[in-house]
């Protein structure tokens, strides 16, 4: 099939899941071409013009920068004609494009991200889609009322995702990598920490200047780790955490249960790291191996006790990796072909 896949904007873990989908659609033998939504946006972004007095200024606004990187999609499904145009996290793009490639044709497919903390929108994105697949399956009926939807678990990329050689530059005791949403920021505070070799990353600009935590934040605070660096992150350090995002966004605490697994559930266990976890149902049948935990005092006591047991951890950390080793991208895009076909 021709399949033009659309970036979903950020480099972090949604682009890990567009890298995934795009490179296991290639191998499976479809012709796949890229919107790259990332440089288009960091371009107009960065855009300056002179302004009065011979100032430097913004050429244009946050939302002008998105407009304006998102526009070129459609001169792409006109140039490209694509059979599908797959969608990662489709946040930044209008609905009104999926529309207009609807009417030529073009099926829609949408990879929903955030489910389900961001499912209020992502219902809306849903209602112009042909097929909608869904990383949790706690709404997926209120999906299935709008537009066929399907659960697609979270996955790793084989020979990426994978154990590998310690660098001693990012090796420590502990480690956590996710978005420092207020309800992380709030137990991980509330952990003892004390005489640990703690690493923290991803996003963490919530952070007070007062917090003990910005110590152990290991890149500067309007950056975040790559993936890449995320998995020589996983190979080097003894222990990891799985603490679920609870918060619609950044600044609320407002609660959403899901019943999925994480996706760094599944990179930890992909490159061997053996990693403590709140319990949940999907993974609790999966992870059954790995200790659970449920207040900071819990998740403090756990990682001292398994640094002292080394054999535990790498037992656990094995049976951990066997249970997922089928939640491949090249496994989920042989589901959706499959879909696609029928």
């Known amino acids: 099939m021709r399949i033009l896949a659309a970036h979903p904007g950020p480099r972090f873990s949604v682009h890990d899941v567009h890298i995934g989908w795009t490179e296991a659609l290639r191998e499976l033998g479809n012709r796949v071409a890229e ?10 972004d960065a855009a300056l013009i002179e302004g009065a007095n011979k100032t430097i200024k913004k050429a244009f606004s946050p939302e002008q920068a998105v407009q304006l990187a998102v526009n070129g999609l459609c001169a792409a499904l006109y140039r490209l004609k ?7 996290y489709a946040r930044f793009y209008p609905n009104e494009i999926f529309d207009l490639a609807r009417s030529y044709g073009t ?8 489910s389900p903390y961001e499912d209020e929108r992502q219902l809306e994105v849903a209602a112009h889609a042909d097929i909608n697949l869904v990383n949790d399956i706690a709404n ?8 066929p939807t399907y659960y697609m678990p979270h996955s790793y990329r084989a020979g990426f995702h994978q154990p590998g050689d310690a660098n001693g530059d990012v090796a420590g005791d502990f480690v956590f ?23 923290l990353a991803g996003n963490w600009q919530m952070l007070a200047d007062a917090s003990p935590l910005r110590k152990h ?3 500067d605070f309007d ?9 020589e992150v996983y190979q080097s350090c003894k222990i990891g955490m799985n603490l679920y995002r609870r918060d619609v966004d950044m600044a609320d605490t407002t609660s959403e249960e899901g019943w999925s697994c994480g996706p760094r559930e599944i990179e930890m266990a992909a490159c061997g790291l053996f990693f403590i976890r709140e319990s949940r149902g999907e993974s609790d049948k999966l992870f059954p191996m790995l200790p659970t935990f449920v207040t900071p005092e819990d998740a403090s006591d756990e990682i001292r006790w398994y640094l002292q047991h080394e054999d535990a951890r790498r037992n656990a950390a ?3 990796s066997m249970s997922i080793a089928d939640r491949t991208f090249i496994n989920r895009a042989s589901e959706l072909m499959q879909l696609l076909e029928g």
Do not use: W
């Open 35 to 44: 919107y790259d939504l990332s440089t288009r946006l960091t371009m107009y």
């Open 82 to 88: 694509p059979e599908v145009l797959f969608v990662t």
């Open 107 to 114: 099926k829609i497919i949408v990879m929903h991200t955030e």
């Open 140 to 147: 997926l009926d209120k999906f299935n009322e709008v537009s």
């Open 177 to 199: 990598v996710g978005t420092g949403y207020k309800s992380r920021i709030n137990f991980l505070d509330q952990m003892d920490l004390d005489g640990l070799d703690v690493l």
């Open 217 to 219: 934040v290991i890149h």
């Open 223 to 231: 950056e975040c780790l790559d993936n890449q660096q995320t998995v």
């Open 318 to 320: 094995i049976e951990a």
